[in-house]
Every structure is written in structure tokens, then in C-alpha cells.
């Protein structure tokens, strides 16, 4: 078992990472955690510690200064650095010291925790542990050319890496899934297969190894599912690529998702390719990508059912790569539009009423009354309701009863939370009042729903 300590000042963050990462199936644990360099050290005397995993930037004593003084006083405690920005510079200053591996804050998703324990545990057994350079090996020669191949999948007998080796070039493992053969160029490039992406990486001449080898796992990380094919390119486009690639904060990911949940777009062609384009440019990782597809796939489905029942929209079983997305989305635009042309309503009625139920959705748990809901809109309130009945074929009242019973069923089904509680998210401050509106509606009392259907 290896024995681990977090060096975080983020106290939210150190405890992210005690908690989420799977550091028992890795045969780790975590025995201490502190919040700067100076606590590490005085820990590191009375306690039995392995690896230091440590953040780069914290006040006081720096991540690097923590392991020169860890180098020294404990020279058999193994040290490894998280970065929030991985600059070249403190990335390689770690790794030629004897850093055994850097996690970058940006590469922390839940699709990435087995293969960051898997790396850093590897790295500990000697087994991928990266040793500083010498001089000469550091940098590439003239004429020399990488090849890089990035596995999606699992490997295959007859994959394009061993058909590198079978031609007697040398490979090295700089990543999970990520291996490199440098080489003279070759005529063409080696064929990929559908689990397999190679890269040609040229004009290499006096350019560091540490700091390609960066790039493409930089590369691997956060840019192979937009651009998911065999490709050549030079050095300076990688670097200029990966370079492209920035942080997205919350509030980002936030506006882009409610700009695909505000349903303009459904109505509008060029909204609908503002807003794809933007979803394309934020490059969010493959993890946070699927969390907000998820997130729209549960509202966009009330919407649909209500308004659209021809169009079903359902995420598909495997999303291979940015064209997967890319064609989920507009085959959903399509859809609406072939139906929006067999309704003989108009766009501003069908936006109306899709704006009065995602405003139903988003704020159940609060009072709502058809003539504030129809102002909201644009409508007058007759208007609003002869239109909603028509295009719903309920009236706003009995669709707003309607959705409440259905999430206050999710609630009883799926969680422990008092019957009171789930009357007043779902609307209804008069417990009574919702027992009896419960009871007409699905003929049995919301205990009775909980213990025929809690799961």
C-alpha cells in the first residue's frame, strides 16, 4: 500500500481529492493532508509517508521549493506535482529534479481518475518513471520525426504502435494510451485503425523531448476528440493547437447551456449555428461534454413530448468524437423543423408555449399564475391560453398540476425526503392541499406512492 500525502492550501480542493479519486483500488491511501509546505515537512518527521502528491502554487513555499527541501531531508519519500497551468517551464524544472509524475487541476475529470492513479502508481514502481535527460539525449536531432498514436480503446493484437515495432523502431509509453516512435519520416503514415489516432509531428530539429511529450498528452487530453482523425502537422501548429486550448470557468459552461436550453435556437437557423459554434470553441473535456448533454437530454425531452411528440430525442449508447455530437445536434434541429412545418401554428405561437413550460420546469417549486406566465411571453393571457391548450392539449393549469405530480413522484420514488419537503419543491405549501391534488391525479396518497414504487 502506498502511503500518500495531500500538500493542497484549497481546502475544498484537497478534499476533492481525497474523496473522489479511487486511490484504494490502486493499492494507495491517503494518511495525511495539509495545507502548506512548512505543515508537510514538520508531518513528513513523524510520519511513515511514500509520495508526496503536492500543488505547484501555494503561499509561503512553493510546490518546487517543498521538494528540493523533500529531496534532501527525506530522500527516499517519492514526490509528484498538481498544476493549475502547465507551464513548460515548472513541469520540466519538476520532472528534471525527479518529480515522478505532474497531474494537471484542468485534467481532474471523472473520466481521467483511473488513468491518473494508474500513471502515478506506475511511475512509483519504476515502471514509467521519467529520469532527467541528459544534455544531448534532450533535444531532437535534425532529420528527426515522432510519431505519436493515441488509443481510444482497448489495444488490439495488430495495432499501428506494434506495427512499429515490428518495422524495429524503438517505442516509449509517455502517457496512458499514448505512445511515441521517433524515427526518420516515413512515406506515408502508418494506417490507423478504428481504436487508433497517429500523429506525424515534424520539424523537430533542436526542440526539447520533455516538452513534445508535454504537448501531446496536452493534446491527448483535451483536444484528439474534436479532431479525431490520423493527421501530420508541425511542431509549431501542435504547440499553437494545444496552446488554443483554455480553461472553461463554471459561469462559461453556464451561458452555453442556457443558451441551448432557452430554445431560441429551435426556431432560428443562425441562432442554432452561433450557439453550436460556441459549444464547439469552449472545448469542453469529454466528461463535462456528456454531463451537460445528459442535463439537456432530461429537459429537452419534457419540452419535446409536450410540443414535438414525433421528434424523440435520446443521447446514443457511445460518442465517439466531436462529429457524433455534432450530427446528434443537427439531426435534433432538423427534426423540430420537419415538425414545426406539419404543425399549423406559427414559430412565435410554438416559441411562446415552449418558453411557458421551460419556465414551468425551472420554477415548479414557485407560485405561478397563467396571466404573469403569459406576460412573461409576450401574450395576452387569452391568447396565451387558447394557444397553450391548443399546442399542449391542456390548459395551462391542469399541464402545471400535471408536472408537479410527475416530479413530485421522481421525488417520493427516488429519495427519503419527508412527504412535507416534497410538497413545497414541487409547489404545494398546503401539505393537505397537496395530499388531495397527489390523490386525484394517480388515486392513491403519497405514501402509499413511496412504498409501492421507492427504489
Same mark, same amino acid.
Given at each position: 500500500?502506498?502511503?500518500?500525502?495531500?500538500?493542497?492550501?484549497?481546502?475544498?480542493?484537497?478534499?476533492?481529492?481525497?474523496?473522489?479519486?479511487?486511490?484504494?483500488?490502486?493499492?494507495?491511501?491517503?494518511?495525511?493532508?495539509?495545507?502548506?509546505?512548512?505543515?508537510?515537512?514538520?508531518?513528513?518527521?513523524?510520519?511513515?509517508?511514500?509520495? &508526496?502528491?503536492?500543488?505547484?502554487?501555494?503561499?509561503?513555499?512553493?510546490?518546487?521549493?517543498?521538494?528540493?527541501?523533500?529531496?534532501?531531508?527525506?530522500?527516499?519519500?517519492?514526490?509528484?506535482?498538481?498544476?493549475?497551468?502547465?507551464?513548460?517551464?515548472?513541469?520540466?524544472?519538476?520532472?528534471?529534479?525527479?518529480?515522478?509524475?505532474?497531474?494537471?487541476?484542468?485534467?481532474?475529470?471523472?473520466?481521467?481518475?483511473?488513468?491518473?492513479?494508474?500513471?502515478?502508481?506506475?511511475?512509483?514502481?519504476?515502471?514509467?518513471?521519467?529520469?532527467?535527460?541528459?544534455?544531448?539525449?534532450?533535444?531532437?536531432?535534425?532529420?528527426?520525426?515522432?510519431?505519436?498514436?493515441?488509443?481510444?480503446?482497448?489495444?488490439?493484437?495488430?495495432?499501428?504502435?506494434?506495427?512499429?515495432?515490428?518495422?524495429?523502431?524503438?517505442?516509449?509509453?509517455?502517457?496512458?494510451?499514448?505512445?511515441?516512435?521517433?524515427?526518420?519520416?516515413?512515406?506515408?503514415?502508418?494506417?490507423?485503425?478504428?481504436?487508433?489516432?497517429?500523429?506525424?509531428?515534424?520539424?523537430?530539429?533542436?526542440?526539447?523531448?520533455?516538452?513534445?511529450?508535454?504537448?501531446?498528452?496536452?493534446?491527448?487530453?483535451?483536444?484528439?476528440?474534436?479532431?479525431?482523425?490520423?493527421?501530420?502537422?508541425?511542431?509549431?501548429?501542435?504547440?499553437?493547437?494545444?496552446?488554443?486550448?483554455?480553461?472553461?470557468?463554471?459561469?462559461?459552461?453556464?451561458?452555453?447551456?442556457?443558451?441551448?436550453?432557452?430554445?431560441?435556437?429551435?426556431?432560428?437557423?443562425?441562432?442554432?449555428?452561433?450557439?453550436?459554434?460556441?459549444?464547439?470553441?469552449?472545448?469542453?473535456?469529454?466528461?463535462?461534454?456528456?454531463?451537460?448533454?445528459?442535463?439537456?437530454?432530461?429537459?429537452?425531452?419534457?419540452?419535446?413530448?409536450?410540443?414535438?411528440?414525433?421528434?424523440?430525442?435520446?443521447?446514443?449508447?457511445?460518442?465517439?468524437?466531436?462529429?457524433?455530437?455534432?450530427?446528434?445536434?443537427?439531426?435534433?434541429?432538423?427534426?423540430?423543423?420537419?415538425?414545426?412545418?406539419?404543425?399549423?401554428?406559427?414559430?412565435?405561437?410554438?416559441?411562446?408555449?415552449?418558453?411557458?413550460?421551460?419556465?414551468?420546469?425551472?420554477?415548479?417549486?414557485?407560485?405561478?399564475?397563467?396571466?404573469?406566465?403569459?406576460?412573461?411571453?409576450?401574450?395576452?393571457?387569452?391568447?396565451?391560453?387558447?394557444?397553450?391548450?391548443?399546442?399542449?392539449?391542456?390548459?395551462?393549469?391542469?399541464?402545471?398540476?400535471?408536472?408537479?405530480?410527475?416530479?413530485?413522484?421522481?421525488?417520493?420514488?427516488?429519495?427519503?425526503?419527508? &412527504?412535507?419537503?416534497?410538497?413545497?419543491?414541487?409547489?404545494?405549501?398546503?401539505?393537505?392541499?397537496?395530499?388531495? &391534488?397527489?390523490?386525484?391525479?394517480?388515486?392513491?396518497?403519497?405514501?402509499?406512492?413511496?412504498?409501492?414504487?421507492?427504489?
Amino acid at each position: 500500500m502506498i502511503r500518500i500525502m495531500i500538500v493542497e492550501d484549497d481546502k475544498l480542493a484537497r478534499q476533492g481529492l481525497m474523496k473522489v479519486l479511487p486511490w484504494a483500488k490502486h493499492d494507495m491511501i491517503v494518511v495525511a493532508d495539509v495545507a502548506d509546505g512548512y505543515t508537510a515537512l514538520r508531518t513528513l518527521a513523524d510520519t511513515a509517508i511514500d509520495l &508526496v502528491l503536492s500543488d505547484y502554487s501555494m503561499p509561503g513555499m512553493t510546490g518546487i521549493d517543498l521538494f528540493n527541501q523533500v529531496r534532501v531531508k527525506y530522500p527516499h519519500v517519492r514526490f509528484a506535482l498538481i498544476t493549475m497551468y502547465e507551464t513548460f517551464d515548472i513541469v520540466q524544472q519538476a520532472l528534471r529534479l525527479g518529480a515522478l509524475d505532474y497531474i494537471s487541476k484542468v485534467q481532474l475529470d471523472a473520466d481521467n481518475y483511473d488513468n491518473i492513479l494508474s500513471n502515478l502508481r506506475q511511475a512509483y514502481e519504476g515502471k514509467r518513471a521519467v529520469q532527467p535527460a541528459s544534455q544531448d539525449s534532450d533535444l531532437f536531432a535534425f532529420g528527426d520525426c515522432c510519431y505519436a498514436f493515441f488509443n481510444s480503446g482497448q489495444i488490439e493484437p495488430m495495432d499501428p504502435a506494434n506495427v512499429m515495432r515490428q518495422s524495429g523502431y524503438a517505442m516509449q509509453e509517455i502517457g496512458h494510451g499514448i505512445y511515441v516512435c521517433i524515427t526518420p519520416k516515413l512515406p506515408t503514415l502508418p494506417q490507423s485503425k478504428e481504436t487508433w489516432v497517429v500523429m506525424c509531428i515534424t520539424e523537430l530539429q533542436n526542440q526539447k523531448k520533455l516538452t513534445l511529450f508535454h504537448l501531446l498528452r496536452r493534446y491527448y487530453r483535451n483536444n484528439l476528440f474534436y479532431n479525431f482523425r490520423s493527421l501530420e502537422m508541425t511542431y509549431f501548429a501542435l504547440e499553437t493547437e494545444v496552446a488554443g486550448i483554455l480553461p472553461v470557468t463554471q459561469a462559461a459552461i453556464k451561458r452555453i447551456e442556457e443558451q441551448w436550453l432557452s430554445f431560441l435556437w429551435l426556431y432560428e437557423a443562425p441562432l442554432f449555428e452561433t450557439i453550436l459554434g460556441d459549444l464547439l470553441h469552449a472545448r469542453l473535456s469529454f466528461s463535462r461534454l456528456l454531463s451537460m448533454l445528459v442535463r439537456l437530454e432530461d429537459a429537452w425531452q419534457r419540452i419535446f413530448c409536450a410540443i414535438f411528440p414525433s421528434v424523440n430525442f435520446a443521447l446514443p449508447q457511445t460518442i465517439g468524437s466531436w462529429n457524433d455530437v455534432e450530427r446528434l445536434l443537427r439531426d435534433l434541429y432538423m427534426a423540430v423543423q420537419d415538425s414545426t412545418l406539419n404543425n399549423a401554428a406559427s414559430k412565435d405561437i410554438l416559441h411562446g408555449v415552449t418558453e411557458a413550460i421551460r419556465i414551468i420546469h425551472s420554477e415548479l417549486q414557485r407560485p405561478l399564475h397563467v396571466a404573469d406566465v403569459a406576460a412573461r411571453v409576450n401574450f395576452s393571457r387569452s391568447y396565451f391560453s387558447t394557444s397553450f391548450k391548443r399546442i399542449t392539449g391542456l390548459s395551462f393549469n391542469a399541464f402545471l398540476r400535471k408536472e408537479r405530480v410527475e416530479r413530485a413522484k421522481k421525488y417520493l420514488a427516488s429519495t427519503d425526503v419527508p &412527504v412535507q419537503i416534497v410538497a413545497e419543491e414541487t409547489g404545494y405549501p398546503d401539505e393537505k392541499y397537496f395530499f388531495r &391534488v397527489f390523490k386525484n391525479e394517480t388515486g392513491i396518497q403519497p405514501g402509499q406512492y413511496r412504498r409501492k414504487y421507492r427504489h
